[in-house]
């Protein structure tokens, strides 16, 4: 479980996230959509604890992270993962030891039960055969997959994305997009996905909120996002509907600007 209540975060005396309040319950998955810079990446570094916010409360599995000290942090971030905007895999390692670095860092688990986890994270994403690959010999949308297998090897109850399927040609980007629904119907893990893509977000979300710069401006289901009629949110979803009509334009603040018809043109008009 992930609550946010009322948070606040500045970076160089620059607002960058105003009064930020969600809940995602535990075993769902909430999608974080909005623009470019609107705030997305620095909503999962807060839930990581590598960021503070100003003000507000950040309360990850029941324990309130504002303020924690750093080595209590360190056992609320065991139980979370992360996958990184860009897959993030180490290029000088096999698959094998990207999938299996964490646990071998931790060094908790013996070698044989560490193998057994990374193949079994790698089977999940359908690529056991990569085990001995570099990551130079992958697509993108293969590293994106193991990226997502290094999450798993740690059995999180969290894992968060961080635009999961950027990049990727529509077949790699269903098949991404089916894991993290795989995760949540067979593994009940808690998701958070940032992402601006829109056939993602529906396809994966359980529940939705929009950040249109540092503000929520929507929270609640796929259904009700779709029938907004906040321009925002349209100009967001359907930007070829809303930028055809007569006289609107893209503001520069995302959302449409209207502009009125010139004098001259409705005076003709009239006469
Ligand atoms: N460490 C930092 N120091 C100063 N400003 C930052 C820092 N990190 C992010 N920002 C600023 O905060 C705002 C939000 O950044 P963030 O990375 O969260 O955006 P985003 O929604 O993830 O965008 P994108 O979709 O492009 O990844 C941006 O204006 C960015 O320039
Ligand atoms: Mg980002």
Same mark, same amino acid.
């Given at each position: 479980?992930? *609550?946010?209540?009322?948070?606040?975060?500045?970076?160089?005396?620059?607002?960058?996230? &105003?009064?930020?309040?969600?809940?995602?319950?535990?075993?769902?998955? %909430?999608?974080?959509?909005?623009?470019?810079?609107?705030?997305?990446?620095?909503?999962? !570094?807060?839930?990581l604890?590598?960021? $503070?916010?100003?003000?507000?409360?950040?309360?990850?599995?029941?324990?309130?992270?504002?303020?924690?000290?750093? $080595?209590?942090?360190a056992?609320?971030r065991a139980q979370m993962a992360m996958v990184f905007?860009?897959?993030a895999l180490f290029?000088?390692l096999?698959?094998r030891e990207n999938v299996g670095y964490r646990l071998w860092e931790e060094g908790a688990l013996?070698?044989?039960t560490i193998?057994?986890r990374v193949?079994?994270s790698?089977?999940?994403?359908?690529?056991?055969?990569?085990?001995?690959?570099? @990551?130079?010999?992958?697509?993108?949308?293969?590293?994106? !997959?193991v990226a997502i297998a290094r999450a798993l090897a740690c059995k999180p109850?969290?894992i968060?994305?961080?635009?999961?399927?950027?990049? /990727?040609?529509?077949?790699?980007?269903?098949?991404?997009?089916? /894991?993290? !629904? %795989?995760?949540?119907?067979?593994? =009940?893990?808690? =998701?958070?996905?940032?992402?601006?893509?829109?056939?993602?977000?529906? !396809?994966?979300?359980?529940?939705?909120?929009?950040?249109? $710069?540092?503000?929520?401006?929507?929270?609640?289901?796929?259904?009700? /996002? %779709?029938?907004?009629?906040?321009? $925002?949110? *349209?100009?967001?979803? *359907? @930007?070829?509907?809303?930028?055809?009509?007569?006289?609107?334009?893209?503001?520069?603040?995302?959302?449409? *600007?209207?502009?009125?018809?010139?004098?001259? &043109?409705?005076? =003709?008009?009239?006469?």
């Amino acid at each position: 479980m992930i *609550r946010f209540s009322h948070v606040f975060l500045k970076f160089d005396g620059r607002q960058v996230l &105003k009064d930020i309040s969600m809940e995602v319950p535990h075993g769902t998955t %909430q999608v974080i959509l909005g623009g470019s810079g609107c705030g997305k990446t620095t909503t999962l !570094r807060l839930i990581l604890g590598l960021l $503070r916010p100003e003000s507000g409360s950040i309360v990850v599995n029941g324990q309130e992270i504002v303020g924690m000290a750093e $080595r209590q942090m360190a056992s609320i971030r065991a139980q979370m993962a992360m996958v990184f905007q860009g897959a993030a895999l180490f290029d000088s390692l096999t698959v094998r030891e990207n999938v299996g670095y964490r646990l071998w860092e931790e060094g908790a688990l013996d070698d044989d039960t560490i193998e057994q986890r990374v193949v079994k994270s790698l089977c999940f994403v359908g690529l056991e055969d990569t085990v001995n690959k570099m @990551p130079a010999e992958l697509s993108g949308g293969m590293k994106k !997959r193991v990226a997502i297998a290094r999450a798993l090897a740690c059995k999180p109850k969290i894992i968060l994305y961080d635009e999961p399927t950027a990049g /990727l040609d529509p077949i790699n980007t269903h098949l991404v997009s089916d /894991l993290v !629904r %795989q995760l949540h119907t067979e593994e =009940q893990v808690t =998701q958070v996905v940032v992402t601006h893509d829109l056939e993602t977000a529906y !396809r994966v979300a359980d529940s939705l909120i929009m950040i249109h $710069r540092g503000e929520k401006i929507f929270d609640g289901s796929v259904d009700a /996002l %779709q029938a907004s009629d906040d321009p $925002r949110i *349209r100009t967001f979803l *359907r @930007p070829e509907e809303v930028l055809a009509e007569p006289g609107c334009f893209p503001h520069k603040d995302g959302g449409i *600007r209207v502009v009125p018809p010139m004098p001259e &043109k409705a005076e =003709q008009a009239s006469a």
